[in-house]
């Protein structure tokens, strides 16, 4: 055995005590079971074996066996078993990988450079191999402890969060991950919180028609994360259906907001997203997918309170006369065309023109102007999101 293997060898003890320290400094996950004598044994157990089974493989100059890649299976199956997140047990890998090179560069002299070559290249190879099967056997096991809905909800938190152990569950749920992502939150006022048991059941059913990272982010807001194209392009139809067959499935109305963008910037996106939401119109049947630029007039309304107050009047006379905050909204979403909206209204072109010209005696602004444009838009909108309720 070299001198650099040697040394390893009698280092491996309080080598492995160290990784001990430094898992329960930075894991509270792993802080917690080392209280536990029993647990903390086991533990060291293992990081000894760990360390001096490297050095007999390198030694011998052989792979790990197939019955070693068994054992760190089982070890990845335990902490799964314990409780440990999949964040954390992530963690763990990298710590221990971090741990472990700089173990072997403290011992290596400058003769020892092709021992030191050898070994480097035995723990990349073989490391990687058993960090996949480590991360199988935690898999494994959370399939059996862990509802859908719950592995749904850990993987949108891993993914806010940018940890490179969502790669890992989301290719467990079979969930692709893409580069940039449309970020869709929906909103459902007045929704009673439900239990656990229902909402996972109401993911696990879109998911399985959508297969999608989609979770409760609170009692009645959903997030879901869909693949986008480039930030500029419209939502594609595809969107549009995945959140019909959400509000379908929750049956209620929601306000819905979307924004786009990269999986590194994702919270960001859905901030964003949410902020839009928030003046976004309350739709039973989802429509349109609201982005920025559809409510940037609201969202900017929402922000100045003396703004918002002076709009509120302006709203309060519309809501009074009936059938004008239906009129309106029916008329601008048809780009003011008299004749298309007074069909969509299923009423005659001169029912239309009388319910405008009330328009404009209620508030004194024409709603076929341009100062009627700014003004009406913004106070049907915030009407239709239950601003005032």
Partial sequence: MSGLLEELMKRADANARAELKAYERELPEYRSRAENPRSRAEMLDYAVWFRRHTVERVRDSCRLSEEDLSFIADIGRKRAEEGLSTGAAQHVLALHATLMLREINEVAEGDDLEELLRLTAWFGEQGAR???????????????????????HDLVDLLLAGDLSASGLAHDLGV?????????????PGRPPGREDD???LVESVFKMHAVPIAWRGPDEL???????????????DA????????????????????????GRLPETVSLARQ???????????????GIGDVFVELGVVRVP???????????????????VTTLDVYYRHDMNRLRAAVALHIHPRTLDYRLRRVREVTGVDPSSTKGVRVLTAAVARLLAGAWA
């Fill in 130 to 152: 058993g960090s996949g099967r480590y991360l199988d056997g935690y898999l494994a096991a959370q399939r059996l402890r862990l509802s859908v809905g719950k592995r749904l």
């Fill in 176 to 188: 692709c991950l893409p580069d940039d992502y449309l970020a869709v939150v929906l909103r459902f």
């Fill in 199 to 201: 909402t996972d059941a």
């Fill in 223 to 237: 997030l879901v994360l869909l693949p986008a194209g480039a930030p500029q392009e419209t939502p594609a139809d």
């Fill in 240 to 263: 549009l259906s995945v959140v019909r067959d959400i509000a379908e499935a929750v049956a209620g109305a929601c306000r819905v907001g979307v924004a786009t963008g990269p999986a």
């Fill in 276 to 290: 839009v939401a928030e003046v976004a119109p309350v739709q039973r049947i989802p429509q349109v997918l609201p």
């Fill in 306 to 324: 003396e703004v918002d107050q002076w709009l509120r009047a302006v709203a309060h006379r519309l809501a009074n006369g009936p059938d004008l």
